[in-house]
Every structure is written in structure tokens, then in C-alpha cells.
């Protein structure tokens, strides 16, 4: 079967490798070669196109140029848009815009709009009345500058309210009208019928299931032989970037289709041919059909191959199987009868001769096993017996180890309990010698404490002098600032006397006439001197009030704060008599402390005695336990050798008559 399979694998790789690399050789050239030709076709196409646009152009130019227009879209501006001569200009453009389009049938419509968007004339029947650009065409228009703006292919029209023509696709030429005798601009634009395009295209044939259509930069259709997805999203799926380079070839996205293109001069809008990849290359196919049928008629001749084999070596080979089989269940009598002296026949000859070798080991075998069975029997009574003695000996060296190593254990807990006492005992000397250090300290920290709670009490009672000295003052100052405010008052009233006594001069002395303008100037100066004093007095009197309050706040901060330095001169008392307290309780501690020290040092004495002791005890328990476990150890060595040697005597004991056991099994 692997050679049979080995063939059959073989022949079709081979087969198919070759099959498919010249269909795919096939394929890219035949794809590559169409693409080329579709590639000169539409770029001569889109060339034609180019020179259709530039006659549109040329036209709006022509229009641009024309004295009689500039004349009349001049007048239009400075006439009354309700009056007569308005509506008679009007006309007179519209008939101009009529003879461009007579002289070109491909125009579906000619506009002329306001700066604003309104209608001025239009040619396809319109009212211009209601009737305006639609606001994304003027605002492209506009903002080209007077430049050529091509407007991509719409089925709604490019008006506002409009009446007049109808929903046939057309695309759109617009530019500025700009009149030097004009203060305004005015706005054209062309209706262009899509046929025009259909009538230079229709000579270009993409093959069965392409097409060739016209895609402006944001990819809208602007052309299509299928009219009802004109002016929507393409659907060639493809962007932007794939058409940016010079190659005139691309594929789309879903590698399905291949892409030829030519971008125009004129409109910047994008020529495409679509092909689909499966038509171009369904002469390629041809190939693959033939390969796949090399590979069946391959397939049929390894079968041949495969059957054959099974008769030249597989039916031998079942038969030296199936006789080895025989020979696996003890049979080794079974013998191969050889005729032919090919390979399978030296296989069979020498399984015979393989099976007449192993008849004479058995035989052997099983005398020699024979022999093992019973001088494993007497070795395994001989080893059980030494077994026994050895277990007693190792139970009872255990027993005396055991002994000794816990007298070891013990001994040496004890001593390591000793020194641990001996090191809390030396920390605890430690501890009680810095607690007195610190004692002696604290002592004397308390004594520098009552010296300085005698002078914060000093200087408390000063600060509080002071305070109640301030609060006097600020009272007297209180005092003089409303004596302040009382002669502002006296101030004020004068100013307001002077001031009427100015008024009443200035009426005497208009009353006077000629003889009493000097006297009225006096009058006025008085009155301003008093308008003077009168807003220098308000100002003091704003910051006398000003002073009077901060006053107030001084005095209710000083009222606050003296019944606190009352209460802190308590508080100083109190922390100098808890001081004297302290140094008084301090002095009897560091007695005791004393008393404390002398008792742990006569304690660490005893100790270090137990200590010595208990390390003699444990040097001599450690040494007769390791002269027991020594001993113990031996013992129970003997006693594992013992063991293991009545277990290796009853496995070979099992051992020979499992030996024996099989070897019956033999036919020999």
C-alpha cells in the first residue's frame, strides 16, 4: 500500500506541478498582454475626450470674450430689476445664450446666474424669477476663480426650483464672468448632455462583462453605460491612491477585476476600463482542463502499477506474515516452501534456517531452566533462615540506640535552655544599665524644665502688662478718631455753605449783567474751590472710617486675647509644679534601679555554673548515642542484606518457573 500510494502521490505531483505552472504562466501573459492593448485603447479614448472637452471650454471663452455680452451683463447691473429695460436685457442675453447652443446640439442648457446665485437668463425654458444655482455648484465655481471648474455628472440638474428642461444626466462646465466695466461678476454654466461621452466611447469593448466607465476624484460616476448609477459611488471598489501613478493599470481591491485608466488633462476625472480577470484568462483554462485530465489517466496507470506489485511482492509477504504469526504462538515446527530465489526468496530461506536455530535454543533453554528451579529453591531456605536471626539483632540494637539518642536530645536541650538564659540574663543587665542612664537624663532635664517654666512665667506676666498697655492706647486712639470725624463734619457744612454762598453770587451777578462778569468768575472759582474741599473731605472721611474699623478689630483681638494669657499663665504653673513632681519620683527610681542591678549580677553568676555543667553532660550523651546509632546502623544493614537476598532468592525462584512455563508453550 505505501508503494502504491508513493506511485499514485509521485506520478500526480508531477502531473499537476507541471499542469498548473503553465496555466499560471499562461494566465499572467494572456493578462498582461490584454492589459496592454485595453491600455493604449483607452488612453487614445480619454485623448479624444480631452479634445471634446477643450472645445466646450473654447466655447465658454467665446463667451467670456464677447463684447455684446460684456455690454449687456454691464447694463443689467445698473438698471431697476423691476423696470422694462431689465426684462428687455434679459431677453436680449438669453438670445445670445441661443445661438452658442444652435451651434453645438450636445449643450443640453446655457446659464448666466448673479454673483449672489439668481437667475439672469438661462436657455432651457426656466423661469428666472424663483430659479437659482444650487449652492455647492456656485460655491465650487466661485472659488476656481474664473479658472475652468468641471462639475460632475448629476440626473437632478444643477438649479434650485427649476421648472424647465429635464432629468437626463448631464455634467456641467462652469467659470466667473469677470467685466471690467462691471463692479459685479456674473456666473456661467453649461449643461454638457453625457451622450456626447456614450457617442466617443461606444467604439471601446472591455469584453463580455466589462465596462467602461468615468470616475471623478472623490469617486462619483460620471459616466456609465448603465444610466442609473451615474452620478452615485462607484462600485469598482478602488481607491484614490490605486489611480495616483503613472502605470495607467491597477487592480481593484478584491483582485477580481483589472483596471485600465487615463486621467484627463482637462477635468482631472479618471477614464477607466474594467475587465474581469475569469474572462480574461478563460482561454487559459484550457490548460487546466487538460491537466486535470493527465492527472486521472496518471491515477489510472498507478493503479496499474499498484496491483501489480501486490502480486509480484505483497502475496509473499502475507504468507511469511501469517507463518510468523504461527512461530509467535510457540508453533516452530512451520517452515515457508521456496520457489523463486528473488529477494523473497532469500527472505523465506532464511526464516527457515531462522526457525530450525531458535527449536535447538529451546531445547536448551529449558534443561538449564530446570537446573536454576532447584538451586533457587535450596538458596531461598538458606536465606530466609539468616533473614530471621538478623531482624532479632537489629530490634534490639534499635532499642539501645534509641535510649541513647534521647538522653542526647535531652541534654542537649538543657543546654541550649542554659544559654539562652545566660544571654536574656546579659541583655537584661544591659537594659537595666541604659534604664538608669536614661533615668540620670530624664533628672536632669527636669531640673532645666523648672528653670524654664520660672522664666516663661516672667515673661507671661510681661507680655500680659503689655496687652493691657495696648488695649489702653487704642481706646485714647479710638477717642481721637471720632474727635477727627466731628471736625470733618464741622468741614463739610462749611463747604456746603460756601458752595450756596458761590451760587448765590453768580445770580447776583448775572442779575448785574455787564458790571458783574468779573464778580461771576470769582463766584465760579469759589464754588469749584468748595466742590474741592467738599470731595477732599469725603476722602478723609472714608479713611478716617476706615481707621475707625480697624480699630474696632484691634480692640475685640485684644479683648480675645487676655483672658488667653490669663489662661496660659495657669497652664505654666501647672507644668512647673507636674516638673518638680517628676524630678522628685526620678530620684527614687534610680535607687531602686540601683538595688535591681546588684540581684541580676549575683543571678548571672549561678548561671554561668549551670551552664558548664549541662555542656559536660551533653559532650557525654552525644558520644553514647552515636556509638549506638553506629551500631544500629550496621545491624540494619545485615538485616536489608538478609532481606534483599530472600527476595532475590524467591524471584528467581518465580523467575524458573516462569521460564519453564513458557518454554512448554514451544512445540519443538
Known amino acids: 500500500m505505501k508503494l502504491f500510494l508513493i506511485f499514485l502521490v509521485s506520478i500526480l505531483f508531477f502531473v499537476l506541478t507541471v499542469g498548473f505552472t503553465s496555466y499560471n504562466f499562461s494566465k499572467d501573459i494572456i493578462q498582461k ?85 439668481g437667475t439672469i437668463a438661462t436657455t432651457d425654458g426656466s423661469p428666472t424669477k424663483d430659479t437659482m444655482i444650487k449652492e455647492d455648484v456656485l460655491k465650487k465655481i466661485k472659488g476656481d476663480n474664473g479658472r475652468i471648474s468641471w462639475i460632475e455628472t448629476r440626473t437632478s440638474g444643477f438649479l434650485e426650483n427649476s421648472a424647465g ?18 463692479t459685479k461678476e456674473a456666473i456661467l454654466l453649461m449643461e454638457i448632455n453625457v451622450d456626447i461621452v456614450g457617442k466617443e466611447l461606444a467604439d471601446i469593448q472591455m469584453g463580455e462583462g466589462g465596462q467602461t466607465i468615468i470616475i471623478t476624484p472623490g469617486l462619483q460616476t460620471a459616466y456609465s453605460t448603465d444610466k442609473s448609477v451615474i452620478g452615485k459611488p462607484t462600485s469598482l471598489d478602488i481607491t484614490l491612491d490605486a489611480l495616483e501613478d503613472d502605470q ?121 531452566a530446570q537446573e536454576v528451579l532447584e538451586t533457587a529453591t535450596e538458596l531461598s531456605d ?49 537594659s537595666n544599665i541604659v534604664m538608669g542612664t536614661a533615668a540620670s537624663d530624664v533628672q536632669k532635664s527636669s531640673k532645666q524644665g523648672i528653670q524654664y517654666m520660672s522664666e516663661l512665667i516672667l515673661k507671661t506676666n510681661a507680655t500680659e502688662e503689655m496687652t493691657r498697655n495696648m488695649v489702653e492706647k487704642v481706646d485714647n486712639l479710638k477717642e481721637s478718631t471720632r474727635s477727627i470725624r466731628k471736625i470733618l463734619e464741622v468741614l463739610n457744612n462749611v463747604s456746603k455753605q460756601t458752595n450756596i454762598l458761590s451760587l448765590n453770587a453768580t445770580i ?80 527614687g527610681f534610680i535607687g531602686q534601679l540601683s538595688e535591681v542591678t546588684e540581684s541580676i549580677s549575683q543571678l548571672d553568676a549561678s548561671q554561668l555554673i ?31 542484606i538478609s532481606s534483599g537476598l530472600v527476595r532475590l532468592s524467591d524471584k528467581l525462584e518465580q523467575l524458573s518457573d516462569s521460564l519453564q512455563q513458557s518454554l512448554s508453550k514451544f512445540d519443538v
Open 382 to 430: 538458606a536465606s530466609k533462615k539468616t533473614a530471621t536471626s538478623a531482624k532479632e539483632i537489629a530490634i534490639a540494637t534499635e532499642e539501645i540506640a534509641g535510649g541513647a539518642s534521647s538522653l542526647a536530645v535531652e541534654s542537649e536541650r538543657g543546654n541550649e535552655l542554659t544559654h539562652s538564659i545566660g544571654m536574656q540574663m546579659k541583655a537584661v543587665v544591659n
Open 248 to 368: 495607467h493599470s491597477a487592480m481593484n481591491s478584491k483582485k477580481d477585476l483589472q483596471l485600465v485608466y487615463y486621467k484627463s488633462a482637462k477635468t482631472g476625472w479618471y477614464l477607466i476600463g474594467a475587465m474581469p480577470i475569469d474572462e480574461l484568462v478563460k482561454d487559459a483554462k484550457v490548460i487546466a482542463n487538460i491537466t486535470w485530465i493527465m492527472a486521472v489517466i496518471a491515477a489510472l496507470i498507478a493503479v496499474g502499477i499498484g496491483i501489480m506489485v501486490a502480486r509480484m511482492i505483497g502475496r509473499p509477504v502475507i504468507m511469511l506474515r501469517n507463518l510468523m504469526k504461527e512461530g509467535e504462538q510457540g508453533n516452530l515446527t512451520v517452515r515457508m516452501n521456496v520457489q523463486s530465489q528473488d529477494e523473497i526468496g532469500q527472505l523465506g530461506h532464511s526464516f527457515n534456517q531462522m526457525m530450525e536455530k531458535i527449536t535447538v535454543l529451546v531445547k536448551q533453554t529449558n534443561q538449564s
Open 610 to 640: 549551670l551552664n558548664d555543667a549541662m555542656t559536660n553532660v551533653s559532650a557525654v550523651a552525644e558520644e553514647s548515642s552515636a556509638t549506638s546509632q553506629e551500631v544500629a546502623s550496621l545491624s540494619s544493614e545485615q538485616l536489608n
Open 33 to 117: 498582454k490584454v492589459a496592454d492593448a485595453s491600455e493604449q485603447t483607452i488612453i487614445q479614448a480619454g485623448q479624444k475626450l480631452d479634445i471634446v472637452y477643450t472645445v466646450y471650454e473654447d466655447l465658454s471663452m467665446q463667451i467670456l470674450l464677447d463684447v455684446e455680452m460684456k455690454k449687456l451683463l454691464a447694463e443689467v447691473e445698473t438698471v431697476n430689476p423691476g423696470s422694462y429695460d431689465y426684462v428687455r436685457i434679459r431677453q436680449a442675453i438669453g438670445e445670445k445664450l441661443n445661438i452658442y447652443t444652435f451651434s453645438n446640439k450636445t449643450i443640453k442648457a446655457l446659464h448666466l446666474f448673479h454673483s449672489t446665485g
Open 508 to 587: 447776583e451777578a448775572a442779575r448785574a449783567g455787564a458790571a458783574g462778569k468779573g464778580f461771576m468768575v470769582v463766584a465760579d472759582e469759589i464754588r469749584k474751590l468748595a466742590d474741592q474741599s467738599r470731595q477732599s473731605i469725603a476722602i478723609v472721611g472714608e479713611i478716617t472710617e476706615t481707621i475707625q474699623k480697624e480699630i474696632d478689630e484691634t480692640v475685640k483681638v485684644l479683648s480675645n486675647a487676655y483672658p488667653i494669657f490669663q489662661e496660659q499663665i495657669l497652664s505654666v504653673k501647672e507644668a512647673d509644679l507636674i516638673f518638680k513632681e517628676v524630678q522628685n519620683h526620678m530620684g
Open 165 to 182: 428642461g429635464s432629468n437626463a444626466a448631464a455634467f456641467g462646465l462652469g467659470r466667473v464672468l469677470k467685466n471690467t466695466a462691471a
